[in-house]
């Protein structure tokens, strides 16, 4: 056997050996959809991606454990970085609801005056408490002046059905982040 067959043969079985990833979207904003009184016409907003530690800003899910450190599913992982993906659920949670103008990103060009600037806090599994947690930490600023017009922490939390798996992580993990749009979409 040659050295280059040799060396298929055992990418080949280390590739069986390891188990298959499977890659999750998110979903939340069909569940923050509001009834509100139509679209403001004059209103606008800019919406930043999301800034993030490290640990939340890749494409891993994460688990925390009960003493505070930091595990990743290895048969599961997000779409896309998480920051990305939790930036286009919030457009698309402010485009479902229908209360604003126009909902852009930064390099749509287009100036707005006001601009969401989000926080990655917390999007994980809780093995503490068996719970989905997101929270994230928001703030609206005037962009001609600079200034915060309004801050707040937003918290979601969802009980994860028994075992931690891919699924379950990513099922519990939409959810919870349902709960913090549908809040961060009335709030601003």
Do not use: H
């Amino acid at each position: 056997m040659t050295k280059l067959a040799a060396l298929s043969l055992g990418l080949a079985v280390a590739a069986c050996a390891s188990p298959p990833v499977t890659t999750f979207d998110l979903a939340a904003s069909s569940a923050a959809r509001s009834r509100g009184s139509g679209a403001r016409a004059g209103e606008a907003l800019t919406v930043t991606e999301p800034v993030a530690l490290q640990s939340l800003d890749g494409n891993t899910i994460v688990v925390r454990g009960r003493g505070g450190e930091l595990t990743m599913l290895s048969d599961a992982q997000w779409a896309d970085r998480l920051p990305r993906l939790v930036q286009a659920q919030l457009l698309r949670a402010f485009e479902d609801a229908g209360r604003l103008g126009r909902v852009t990103r930064p390099n749509d060009g287009v100036v707005t005056v006001r601009q969401l600037n989000t926080e990655l806090r917390q999007f994980n599994i809780d093995s503490a408490t068996g719970e989905a947690v997101v929270e994230i930490s928001a703030r609206v600023v005037d962009t001609l002046s600079g200034n915060v017009l309004r801050a707040r922490v937003f918290t979601g939390r969802v009980p994860v059905p028994g075992t931690v798996n891919g699924p379950s992580a990513a099922a519990t993990l939409d959810a919870a982040l349902a709960k913090v749009l549908a809040e961060v979409v009335g709030w601003a």
